[in-house]
Structures are given as C-alpha cells and as structure tokens.
C-alpha cells in the first residue's frame, strides 16, 4: 500500500513510518523539519520518499496525495511553548494546513487518519473522560487554548466531510514519551526528569506533586 505520512519527520511521526516500512508499504513522508529531524527517519534511511515541504502548499499536498492509497496527518504546529510563542504561524498550519490535507483526501477519494490531541478536553476536571465529553477551555485571550481549537476545527471539518463519503478516523494523543523525543520542547515531563535524573539534577515538580497525566509510550501510540 502507498501511504503518506505528514509529519513523518517528527518524533511520533517516525515511529510511524518504521512500523509501516516493516509491514512492507511504500511510505512517502512531508515534512518542513520545523520539528522534525531527517535522524529520526534513520531507521528507515533509503526506504522512504521525504519531501521537504509544507502542508500550506496545497499542490504539493494535491500532488502526495494523489499518488497515495492511505494518508496520515500528523504534521502541525505542536507544542504548547511554540503555540505560545508563535500563535499565528501554529493556527495557520493546524487549520489552513489541516484543511489542505482533508480536502485533497475528498477530492482523491483517500482514507485519512487524522492525528488530534488530548488538549481537545481542556481543563475539564472529568474523571475519567470519554470522547463526547464537553470541552472546558480557558479564555480566548490565552494563546495555549489557540491549539485546541484549532484541533477542534479540524476534528470538526473531518468529521463534516464524513457525511458526504470520507473515510477518515481520529486519533486524539495523550501525553507520548520515548525515544527520540525531545526533551528540551515543553512539556516533555518525562523526558526531562530522565535528562534532570543522569544529571544528578534536582526534578522539576510543579505544585504539590499531587496532580496526575496520562502518559502513552510512543509505540503503543
């Protein structure tokens, strides 16, 4: 099977294309590494097609697309600190890029996994949370709440393309720790106590060290 990737660069994104190049598909990834990293794909070095590019360019995603039987999404702006730090450029990519991507799946008639988010619930305090639970989100005046909506949108649109014949499911990830991740993006909890620990460093524990995250090891995601 022909399978593009986005994203397929970045950190879950990886592991994805070495599981689908040990299953024997032909993998096409797109990715700007503006998070990924061309050594994350060194597992699978000479087996797949990387094309550096954007998914705001929508002929080169028509392109990919076209030539595909199954399409991944995984490529978006991630991350809390680079939402924070460049809210624009995040929801360009996680909305307009998004969109590009279903929209040539409905043009090309390709089945689409589309990768959201845990941040779709917000701060609810719901336990445990169930997928049409509803969202509780901060003000709009915070940059952080910018991701989830924009995930949101995107969850919206794919599931409105459902009603007129796209085949398409998602994925809403959870916190992912393993290797390759970067442990100097934010919120990489895990990675960061494991750097702190062989350091002999102190570990960064926020608040009481009461509070609770759900963790999902990256090849179960």
């Given at each position: 099977?022909?399978?593009?990737?986005?994203?397929?660069?970045?950190?879950?994104?990886?592991?994805?294309?070495?599981?689908?190049?040990?299953?024997?598909?032909?993998?096409?990834?797109?990715?700007?590494?503006?998070?990924?990293?061309?050594?994350?794909?060194?597992?699978?070095?000479?087996?797949?097609?990387?094309?550096?590019?954007?998914?705001?360019n929508?002929?080169?995603?028509?392109?990919?697309?076209?030539?595909?039987?199954?399409?991944?999404?995984?490529a978006?702006?991630?991350?809390?600190?680079?939402?924070?730090?460049?809210?624009?450029?995040?929801?360009?990519?996680?909305?307009?890029?998004?969109?590009?991507?279903?929209?040539?799946?409905?043009?090309?008639?390709?089945?689409?996994?589309?990768?959201?988010?845990?941040?779709?619930?917000?701060?609810?305090?719901?336990?445990p949370?169930s997928?049409?639970?509803?969202?509780?989100?901060g003000?709009t005046?915070?940059?952080?709440?910018?991701?989830?909506?924009?995930?949101?949108?995107?969850?919206?649109l794919?599931?409105?393309?459902a009603?007129?014949?796209?085949?398409?499911?998602?994925?809403?990830?959870?916190?992912?720790?393993?290797?390759?991740?970067?442990?100097?993006?934010?919120g990489?909890?895990?990675?960061?106590?494991?750097?702190?620990?062989?350091?002999?460093?102190?570990?960064?524990?926020?608040?009481?060290?009461?509070?609770?995250?759900?963790f999902?090891?990256?090849?179960?995601t």
């Amino acid at each position: 099977m022909r399978v593009l990737v986005t994203g397929g660069a970045g950190y879950i994104g990886s592991h994805l294309v070495d599981r689908l190049v040990a299953l024997g598909h032909e993998v096409t990834v797109l990715d700007n590494l503006s998070t990924g990293n061309l050594a994350n794909l060194d597992q699978s070095r000479g087996q797949v097609r990387m094309v550096e590019n954007t998914i705001l360019n929508d002929r080169v995603v028509n392109k990919l697309v076209r030539r595909a039987d199954t399409v991944f999404h995984l490529a978006a702006g991630v991350g809390v600190g680079n939402i924070v730090k460049d809210p624009l450029g995040a929801l360009r990519t996680n909305t307009r890029g998004a969109e590009n991507v279903i929209e040539a799946c409905v043009k090309h008639e390709r089945r689409l996994l589309l990768a959201s988010t845990s941040e779709i619930y917000g701060k609810t305090s719901k336990m445990p949370m169930s997928e049409d639970d509803d969202r509780v989100l901060g003000s709009t005046t915070v940059a952080r709440w910018g991701y989830s909506t924009a995930k949101a949108v995107d969850e919206h649109l794919a599931l409105a393309y459902a009603q007129h014949g796209l085949r398409m499911s998602v994925v809403r990830y959870f916190n992912s720790f393993g290797p390759r991740i970067d442990s100097r993006g934010y919120g990489s909890v895990v990675a960061n106590m494991l750097r702190q620990a062989l350091a002999n460093e102190p570990l960064t524990v926020h608040g009481d060290g009461t509070q609770t995250r759900c963790f999902t090891y990256v090849d179960d995601t």
